[in-house]
């Protein structure tokens, strides 16, 4: 099998698919791992360490996706790369299809298989893969809520932890799953005040006994 790691050409994207170690493990399990050239220096791993874990550096997405079996992607593919899905190929990525409905009639139409890594479930129904996502989220939507509530960024002037003198700011989050657990536990490591909304009982008491 000949699976591909392509560059991420997302704005703002920076992370690759699959690190020097995981490509080597696929190399000693027999696979061909083709490694598009640059994919992974944003994230810290230079071409050399996919050379020297067995990896064949090329040029190209063109090359990457016609010549592999299997493509391996963090985010879905964008219209530049549309045309590069054939009959043949697997691709193997977060895809979000519900936002992108054009993605998904793309997909229909090249006859690719496409596996989301967002829908893969755990035999106990959780979405180990989504998961990480999610914390990324929840946490960063605090960061930046607290950052546009500063007054030089259009925002009324209050500081989520508050200082002496002054009271903290208010966080209501809504939903308590991965992503609202990771916004609680921001916002409470910053001193606000914290309010949980959900439907569900025991993830609120779940979450009453972690920050209690």
Known sequence: MKVGIPKEIKQGE?????????????VQLGAEVLVQTGA????GFPDEEYTNAGAILVDSAETIYGDSDLVVKVKEPLPAEYPLLHR???LFC??????VPELAACLQKSGSMAVCYETIEADDGSLPLLKPMSQVAGRLSVQLGAYYLQSSNGGSGVLLGGVPG??????????????GTQAC???IGLEARVTVLDVNQARLEHIDELYR
């Not at 992974?40 to 994230?43: E, P, Q, R």
């Open 166 to 179: 002054t009271a903290s700011g208010h966080v209501v989050v809504v939903g308590s799953g991965s992503a």
């Open 88 to 90: 043949d190929l697997t």
């Open 40 to 43: 992974g220096c944003l994230s």
């Open 185 to 187: 536990e921001m916002a």
């Open 94 to 99: 977060y895809l979000h299809l519900a936002a």
């Open 14 to 26: 920076t992370r690759v698919a699959a690190r020097p170690s995981t490509c080597k493990r696929l």
